[in-house]
């Protein structure tokens, strides 16, 4: 017992309700409006195939009613409707049928094309399931793997003894439901017989039972997945056996998604399991014995009957005060308005009308065999029970609604038909017929039909016995409609690196976030301290985040020369030189330094973000080539630490009894040196444009080695400095930063870097390309940017559009106000025109502001303060 | 349950061709990790200047630093790995794969489990251990 709250009324619910049957109980009628024509849509399966009672609940759209058990407190509410869904001003399209053919969409909105971002908007709030709820975080779902030998999917009796069988037999086994287990069938001998066969198996240690757990597909391997609530597992099993029952056939007839108009299992489930009365009169449709059995169970809560429909072997079956008998009598159509009103049965050409507000179909089953038409053929996977019955679909009748989620009649088939699409699969993407919620449960044996009586498809008996519903569309993952945080289970948070220094980060107040994969600190109080501290002192900051590798084996060198486009074979032991690298179409992947060590190895550094792509594409040119390397990654293994500023010597002097100075030490060069008791080898550097030493170490001595320096440092009133203070330091340098300052297609000489390649080398990766890239004019280029009334924040400019005589011609990638050039500088990229490349262009949005392209270095272009 | 903690194993890497790692000998108290054909780990009780390749240009190096590893056990210590990989566990032995998508490697030996992952993804790995795991660790 309880209350639910439903669009702003407290509907009360009892043990055992689901959320359709409580609503159902309260007065509601129309549960959803369908998506096209916004037809009035009621219950009708009961079984959880159908679309009309997807609901959002608690803010999770498309639930199905029919399925989801009440809960106290639990907001329910319909997704559709203008402005609401009992009153839904938007059924004005069900009229203008001839303004929205089959494909209407595909036809309609192509022009005028400004018109299409109204008409999407449009389209969107007509349409649809409900809007996702933009301010619920995400629940934390978990994953876990499972081995099994079988995986059972549906706890009836034919799963049930299916797991049981195969757990005799020594087989571990999983049986998953998607609803607990008996909770579908009306009480009766079947549910006895499952409710033995639970206790049965419950019982078995060789069998592990997952109802609440939902099949979404049949992967490759075998995987299947199953999603619960706040957890997907993933089970691997070694076969698979489909036991998820079968449907009851969706009859097609005008009239037939009129509400009033029900399946025979969800009009008994709500009387017999419910105890709510579908209708007050009935017509009832019984195909087989199932169906006689329903009739029964209405007739018990009080329906009164007026007509029935049976075939001739059922006919003496029928029992007494069941109305009018129709022997093979069939609807020829269902008539109403908001609700069914009459019935008109036909037996041959002969047609009687029937009033009632109760039509109930149970014209036989459709096995729902779409998890096992996933497989791939020869994969274990078998069907079993209903699910492996034969396929009772009748024809279709002149008109009615085939496809409920997506709106489409047999009228838009047999216009698409006449378009041209003749094949089951392709009239299936004209119409999206199949392509909704119940991806087919419904409708997907009509259009077989409507194929196949039109000659279209192949028929059922050149099929393979797994497949064999001829002419069905290929059936995919997801088979029930499943939420993106279940599809997201274990994959919430963003992979974040930490360099050992993390910790001592953090006590010192660092703001960090993350760049580059990397969690870094950008600043540590005051970045522009920081910047004047690194510029007048000294200072040091954390790049452990470099890439850095060790290159070995007897063709190292052969590789390097391979693999960076300058020359390589002239560096001295003790020496480094700035390396780009390129792909084979000539543009900048990454950049870094390379060091040749006195063992004959190289010690290459890249990016930070671009380390496990240089990792491979080393391995990968090696690979290639045969050549007999060897690649250590020496990322996770050494921190760096980057002792920047004009006394940056005279710290590391106070540190080290080793020479550093500017002959031992050379610019650029590297040496391996002891400082505070680390071994470091010791890399001169110029990205930050002053005097420079990265201190390459182990990990594990990284904050021994920042204390000391911190400590040492205090001499010369040493701050750190973090991201913030590196953008305006490199800028003024007028260094890029791969990624912010470049294109993917960028090459050396559209960045100004040509003096980075070599071509006279007889092979590098990427000269091929670049040598036809010369043939060709320069169109785009990096250029360095001043600013002329650029706003006090010139760092919003970045991004900004820059034009000439109002067309742009490129984009502003960095901009700063330099603290040394009391000038606002940046870099961008400019196009060419006929008239050569722009020297001066306007900066669009900032207010009249205008950029200059100068030269860089902005900052001592010289490099003298950096040589030291 | 399941019980994890951090363990300190060392990690020597030999970088050499795939015959002289064919012929690489597990210290006493060290196992064997062949990660790749042309490349070893040593992990366990291991210096690396017991460790001898004789192949020119092949590199043997103490690479520990490079490692955070950590140590599942108890009874539901393979439940508890369920949540974290796709990947089957041996018996016994060195398996490598992703896990909690990062590219690990797996020592198995009876009773538990050894992860060792990129230095830098440590506290991100425990911490998802910690999280996913929570039903089943102690």
């Known amino acids: 017992m309880g209350s639910l709250r439903f669009e702003g009324r407290e509907v009360a619910f009892t043990d055992g309700d689901t959320i359709a049957s409580a609503l159902f109980r309260a007065g509601v009628r129309t549960f959803s409006r369908s998506m096209k024509y916004h037809r009035r849509r009621a219950l009708y399966c009961g079984t959880g195939d159908c679309p009309n009672c997807l609901l959002t609940v608690d803010g999770t759209p498309a639930v199905h009613a029919c399925q989801a058990p009440c809960a106290d407190g639990m907001e329910v509410r319909r997704p559709h409707g203008w402005p609401s869904t009992e009153r839904d001003l938007l059924h004005v399209t069900d009229s203008l049928h001839r303004l929205m053919p089959v494909g209407f969409y595909y036809k309609t909105f192509i022009r005028p094309r400004f018109a299409w971002e109204t008409a999407e908007k449009v389209i969107r709030r007509a349409t649809g399931l409900g809007a996702l709820p933009p301010t619920t975080a995400a629940e934390r779902s978990v994953v876990r793997h499972v081995r099994t030998d079988v995986l059972v999917v549906g706890a009836g009796a034919a799963g049930l003894e299916a797991a049981r069988d195969a757990a005799a037999a020594g087989e571990r086994v999983i049986v998953c439901d998607e609803s607990p287990i008996g909770a579908a069938i009306a009480p009766g001998a079947a549910l006895d017989r499952v409710r033995a066969l639970e206790a049965e198996v419950r019982a078995m240690p060789e069998v592990t039972v997952l109802d609440g757990h939902t099949a979404l597909g049949i992967y490759e391997g075998l995987e299947v997945p199953l999603v619960a609530d706040r957890e997907l597992v993933r089970v691997h099993p070694k076969r698979v056996v489909v036991a998820a029952g079968a449907a009851e056939i969706h009859p097609v007839f005008p009239g037939n998604d009129l509400p009033g108009v029900w399946l025979g299992r969800g009009a008994a489930r709500m009387a017999g399991v419910h105890g709510v009365r579908p209708g007050d009169v009935a017509v009832v449709v019984a195909g087989t014995e199932e169906g006689l059995a329903h009739l029964e169970t209405l007739q018990a809560s009080g329906v009164r009957i007026a007509a029935v429909a049976v075939p001739t072997s059922l006919a003496g079956r029928v029992p007494e005060g069941s109305g009018e008998v129709v022997v093979d009598g069939a609807v020829y159509e269902a008539r109403g308005g908001k609700t069914l009103s009459s019935v008109v049965l036909r037996r041959g050409t002969e047609g009687k009308r029937f009033d009632c507000d109760l039509l109930v179909l149970s014209l036989g089953l459709a096995p729902r065999d779409g998890l096992a038409r996933m497989a791939l053929p020869g994969e274990a996977v078998e069907l079993v029970g209903d699910a492996a019955g034969p396929d009772a679909t009748p024809p279709n009748g002149h008109d009615g609604t085939v496809c409920l989620c997506e709106d489409v009649s047999l009228h838009d088939l047999r216009q698409a038909w006449d378009e041209g699409y003749r094949n089951a699969e392709i009239l299936k993407r004209y119409t999206t017929t199949t392509m909704g919620p119940c991806q087919g449960a419904m409708c997907g044996r009509a259009l077989s039909c409507f194929a196949r009586d039109r000659g279209g498809t192949a028929p059922a008996e050149t099929t393979p016995a797994l497949f064999a519903a001829a002419a069905r569309t290929t059936s995919r993952p997801p088979a029930r409609p499943v939420t993106l945080e279940s599809l997201a289970a274990a994959v919430h948070e963003l992979i974040d690196k930490r360099t050992s220094l993390h910790d001592v980060h953090l006590a010192a107040g660092a703001r960090v976030d993350r760049s580059g994969g990397w969690i870094r600190p950008f600043t540590y109080g005051d970045w522009r301290e920081e910047y004047r501290a690194v510029r007048e002192r000294v200072s040091v900051m954390d790049v452990g985040t470099l890439g850095k590798f060790t290159i070995g084996g007897a063709d190292a060198a052969t590789l390097v020369d391979r693999m960076f486009p300058c020359r390589t074979d002239d560096l001295a032991p003790g020496r480094t030189r700035y390396v780009l690298s390129l792909d084979e179409a000539g543009y900048v992947m990454d950049d870094g330094l390379l060091c040749a060590v006195a063992d004959g190895t190289f010690y290459l550094t890249s990016t930070s973000g671009g380390a496990v792509r240089t990792d491979a594409r080393l391995r990968d040119l090696a690979d290639r080539m045969s050549l007999d390397v060897h690649v250590l990654d020496r990322t996770a293994q050494w921190g760096a630490i980057n002792v920047a500023g004009p006394h940056a010597r005279d710290l590391l002097e106070r540190l080290t009894g080793d020479a550093v100075d500017a002959g031992s030490v050379l610019y650029p060069g590297f040496a391996d040196v002891t400082v505070a008791g680390v071994p470091c080898r010791a890399v001169r550097t110029g990205f930050v444009g002053e005097l420079a030493f990265e201190l390459h170490h182990p990990r594990s001595r990284g904050p021994e080695l920042w204390e000391a320096l911190i400590r040492e440092g205090a001499a010369w009133d040493l701050l750190p400095h973090g991201l913030d203070a590196l953008e305006l330091l490199r800028l003024e340098k007028g260094h890029v930063y791969l990624g912010q300052d470049t294109m993917p297609d960028d090459t050396p000489a559209k960045l100004g870097m040509s003096w980075a390649v070599s071509m006279d080398k007889e092979w590098f990766l990427g000269k091929r390309a670049l040598e036809r890239l010369t043939e060709l004019p320069a169109t785009r280029k990096l250029v360095g940017l001043e600013f002329d009334g650029a706003p006090a924040d010139v760092a919003d400019v970045r991004g900004a559009p820059l034009l000439v005589g109002g067309q742009m011609v490129g984009r502003v990638t960095s901009a700063e106000p330099s603290i040394a050039l009391d000038r606002s500088i940046g870099l961008g990229w400019v196009r060419a025109s006929d008239a050569g490349f722009p020297s001066a262009l306007d900066v669009a949005g900032h207010g009249g502001a205008r950029a200059h392209v100068v030269a860089t270095p902005f900052y001592d272009p010289s490099g003298e303060r950096l040589r030291g | ?138």
């Open chain 2, 1 to 138: 349950m399941a019980e994890l903690r951090a363990v300190s194993p060392s990690v020597v890497a030999i970088l050499a061709s795939a015959a002289a790692c064919d012929r690489v000998a597990a210290p006493s108290g060290a196992i064997v990790c062949r990660v790749a054909p042309p490349e070893v780990l040593l992990v366990g009780e291991v210096d690396v200047s017991d460790v001898h390749v004789d192949e020119p240009g092949a590199i043997v190096e103490d690479v520990t630093d490079g490692w955070t590893a950590f140590e599942l056990a108890g009874d539901d210590a393979a439940d508890a790995f369920s949540r974290l990989s796709e990947l089957e566990l041996p018996e016994e032995g060195f398996v490598q794969g992703e896990v909690a998508r990062i590219g690990a490697k797996l020592i198995v030996e009876p009773g538990r489990l050894m992860i060792l992952v990129p230095a830098m993804l440590g506290a991100f790995i425990e911490e998802r251990i910690r999280i996913d795991c929570a039903e089943v660790l102690a």
